[in-house]
């Protein structure tokens, strides 16, 4: 066993681990209770030692105001939360939005859900091609990742090879990772709420320890429950090391100094 | 007779951790999709139990969803022998086609195996698909007069209704229930009701994965309502032991999730 691990069976604090949490949520969940929303974040990250999570408005009908609330967050708790932006194709002006969230209210990367889109909808959240561009031509300007849940197709991720896109929850699948492996931007992260014992290992055998970024889904899920799957993954400590934080870091331009 | 199930018994392994593991919630045997490099033996199970400092554990059979409930019982009788560390679980199952030993003969199997706790698969694909009461009185009559454990896999949370688990446990209250749900973000408010009125209702952790879940359910509820369990082999049982580890209760609460409850379970069972 890694020795981190080990440290994490002790219930030691992993503050020099500079883990960065790739994946979690500001906001309610409309299926389920979860007791540790909001300052619960902080103060829970913080109990284990998490250096920084990178924070996305869930559910939210007004994207703006679910952007400006991450922005508050992220300014109440700066040494500790970043904010990414969310946008979608319904409500107008996204390509507007994503710069305002990037320019004004200092987010390092955009957040995409496929939620948005529901039977009602006019038509599917991906082929909204020319909005897209719009909005990928102002995340490549400024350098900044996507994380993404569906809406991303393999073409966008062809199209934009400056851009680094994350799949949330993307460690479970397989297929994706093999059929995406070619692309040196595509990314998965670890969020998922049914992490396969393997699902590490395997997507490093696949793409690489550099391409895996940790996430929980808090507080969907709970941090350290999360953290089981990447230190009992087998991988050695260096790997363990870059999934837990460090490429997280290279993705958001965040030296070690700072994480 | 004595039982063996004793939390303090831990001289497999070196002290990692102070808390005494017992794992409710595991699987051994032939599978026909183990994940890449994945063994599902026992020997797999002892030795992951070795490694994490996990100081018992509960396994049923794999076919007992897959298969078929009573070859998965003559499997386990078979090749997973009980110890101090190993409990094994009776896979249940509806009697009524003929398939399957009445409740009686069950208790019966289950005695001469050391088999104290057993394990109701509820899947679409599955033995029986959804709790189905009708079928299931005589068997839950025969666990509560003994009051034995029964754990209920429900592979699909949104199959299982508050309002079939209460009649459940409202009619049989002897029979202490285990509720295992894999979905984290489904709908879960019922279990808070049904929390509030029933005391042989319990959740295992890789159901209940909320971040200060277990903290917030301790504080309203007692600390006996959450129990470890890890859904091994899908899921590595460091996930929840860190959950449990790293939660925000007193180390009598971490001690009564993560093994002390299901071991008073297991004594309490009249077999």
Known sequence: MNAIAERALRGERLSDVHTIDWHVHLGKWVTMHMPGQG?????????????????????????????????????????????????????????????RCFDELGFRGLKLHSFFETYHSARGISSYTREWDAVFAVVAERHMPVLYHGVVTEAMVRNWPGIPFVAAHGIASVATM????????????????????????????????????????????????????VLDSGLPEEDIRKILGLNAARLLGLTLRSV | MRLGIQAGRRDHRPMIHPLHFLDVNCLVGPYYNPGPGQDWSLQALLAKMDQLGIAGACPAATLGRDYDPLDANEWLAANVPPSDRIHPVWTAATHHSGEFPRPAELLVQMREHGARMSRLFLTPAGFLGRLDLPLLGELFDALDDRRVPLLIDAADPLQLHAADLELVLRRWPGMPVILSVPKVVQNDRWFYYLWERYESLYVDLPGYQALSGIADVCRRFGPRRLVYGSRYPYFTPLQTMLQLIYSEVDEAAKQAIAGGTVRGLLEEARL
Request: negative net charge; hydrophobic residues 45%.
């Open chain 1, 178 to 229: 093999e059929k995406m492996t070619a692309y040196p931007n595509f990314h998965v992260d670890t969020a998922a709420s049914q992490n396969v014992a393997w699902c590490v290992t395997t997507g490093a055998e696949i793409l690489g320890a550099d391409r895996i970024l940790w996430g929980t889904d808090a507080p969907l899920a709970d941090f350290a429950q999360r953290l089981g799957v």
């Open chain 1, 39 to 99: 300052e619960e974040l902080i103060r829970r990250a913080k109990a284990l030692g998490i250096s920084k999570l990178v924070v996305n408005g869930t559910k939210w009908p007004d994207l703006r105001a679910s952007n400006d609330a991450v922005a508050a967050f992220a300014a109440n708790h700066p040494d500790i939360v970043i904010g990414f932006a969310v946008a979608n194709p319904y409500q107008n002006g996204m390509a507007d939005e994503v710069r």
